[in-house]
């Protein structure tokens, strides 16, 4: 048994699945050049408009028709979203035209395959693809039943199913169409009342071909389409673009489909490339590294669009690649004291969010410098788990207790013999009365963070404090316990 599902007005959904803008006006898709061109297809606001018909008239029928040419970049990108929904019935498939593909349905459950070939169209709905499915005993039957589907056909019974199907099914040329006319064999079951081995002494092996052809006995090996090497997508824009919104809809089809691609047999993918090429020729290059491998639409797009969402680029958009690096989900047991986040995907896609309105920068897990300054710190991409905190291997603390102030609290010195003597603060106000050795600190010399402190402490009245100076001027640090 096999399936066949193919795309009705192929190139026109291929179209408008990457440029939904256009469905909303009267539309046609010109094929040919020159003079010698004609519509293939039109949507359903181009009233009147045939196939078949040249540019001269589609516009004399319908003034504001909209004539464009086939995508080709949009019909790879659709034909790669029906390879990958047909993957998940079978590994067997075969891209046999634009737009169609066969399915060999050789031990898929009879009883699970009507629930999984809706389940195949809803997928491809979800792409903005509308599909037919034909069921068969061969490719050649499956085909015809694609045909007339609506949106399913099954063509269990071949004889009776072929019979009242027109001949226009066989792809005649005009002589052999002319030829069955003036013999009145209109449909395929007229055809096949007719003697095989007349129509072969007529138009031989040609006629042999069509005779079986109209039987469904016409049987061509499926030659199965191979997995894909590489997992990507890529489109070059008509007009080059400035604004978001153009590129978030074409990067959301991109992980749809290619979410889907990564995701068969339990797959997913923990990094993703885009590449923006602009105007100038120019290519701006940037790799997302994922937490851990997913699957999901939804976090594949929210990690690309909190990154477009502050990029500033020096020159319009022209194309754009998207690749997807696959690898495999792991799968464990959650334990009972379990550190790891609950949904880091979604985490780090809330990271996306702020570091949009903050500035990516300012978004971080800060961690210590390696270097002598006080509170020296930097932000650095958050673990997707959570450390187990181990103690630090110091002596036990002793003395008095240092209550660091942030910020510091700015106080007036006064010095006698370049000792502080007295101050005077919101804090503390007073006499110095005990006064310890200055600590002297300083570092990076070399750069123009170069820094230096010098600290005192100092009692004031009952209150013991640590006094801090530096080229900005005095302040009281902290207090002491």
Known sequence: MFAVVQFPAFPLQALLRLKPALAGEPLAILIGEGRRAVVAHANTLAVGIRAGMTAAQALADCPGLQLVSPSPEAEREADASLLTAAWSLSPRVELTAPGRCTIDLAGVNRDRLPARLSGLRAALATHGLEARVGVGATPLVARYAAHVADPERWADDTRAFLAPLPRAL???????????????????????????????????????????????????????????????????????VEKLEPLLFLLRRFCERLAQEVGQFGGGTNRLQLILTLDNERNLARDFDLPEPTASADTLFAVLENHLADLQTEAPIAALALEAFPARRLQQQEGLFETGLRDAPMFFSTLGRLAAVVGRANVGTPQRRDTHRADAVLLAAPASSVQERVPPAAPAACGPLLRRLRPPVAVTVELTAARPSFLASGLATGEVTVLRRPFRANGEWWSPEAWTREEWDVQVGDGLYRLLHVPEGWFIEGIYD
């Open 170 to 240: 066989l792809g005649l040329t005009p002589a052999e169409d002319r030829l069955f006319a003036d013999l009145g064999l209109h449909t395929l079951g007229a055809l096949t009342a007719f003697p095989r081995a007349a129509l072969v002494n007529r138009l031989g092996a040609r006629g042999d071909e069509l005779w079986a052809c109209a039987a469904g006995e016409w049987l061509v090996p499926i030659q199965a389409a191979a997995f894909p090497v590489r997992h990507q997508a890529t489109v070059e824009l008509e007009e080059p």
